[in-house]
Nanobody
C-alpha cells in the first residue's frame, strides 16, 4: 500500500501563489508517476498536472500551463505543485495521486490522498 498526504492549501487572493506538497510513504517503489487533480462540488475530478518519478516527463492541463509547475524530490518522496497567478476558477479541492503512467485520466491512478482545499478570492 501507498499513503499520500497533501499539504499547503489555503486561502489566497487572485494573482497570488501557493505551493502544494504531497508526501508519499509505504510501497512507493510501485509508483512510476504522480499527479495532481482538482474537484469542485458537482463536477468531475479534473486533471491538473503529472510527473514521472524520475522527473523526466511532465504533463499539464491547458488551463494551468505557464502558471503551475510540478516537481518532485525523490529523497523526500514528495511531489510539489507550485501554483502562480492564481485565479478564482482555480478554487477546488486538490488531490494527489500515484500510479504507473504519466496520464491525465484519474481512473488510471491507483492511490489517492485525502485532498487539500485551495480557495482563491476575487
Amino acid at each position: 500500500q501507498v499513503q499520500l498526504v497533501e499539504s499547503g492549501g489555503g486561502l489566497v487572493q487572485t494573482g497570488g501563489s501557493l505551493r502544494l506538497s504531497c508526501a508519499a510513504s509505504g510501497r512507493t517503489y510501485s509508483m512510476y508517476a504522480m499527479g495532481w487533480f482538482r474537484q469542485t462540488p458537482g463536477k468531475e475530478r479534473e486533471f491538473v498536472a503529472a510527473i514521472s518519478w524520475n522527473g523526466a516527463m511532465t504533463l499539464y492541463a491547458d488551463s494551468v500551463k505557464g502558471r503551475f509547475t510540478i516537481s518532485n524530490d525523490n529523497a523526500k518522496n514528495t511531489v510539489y505543485l507550485q501554483m502562480n497567478s492564481l485565479k478564482p476558477e482555480d478554487t477546488a479541492v486538490y488531490y494527489c495521486a500515484g500510479g504507473k503512467h504519466v496520464v491525465d485520466t484519474s481512473t488510471l491512478y491507483d492511490y489517492w490522498g485525502q485532498g487539500t482545499q485551495v480557495t482563491v478570492s476575487s
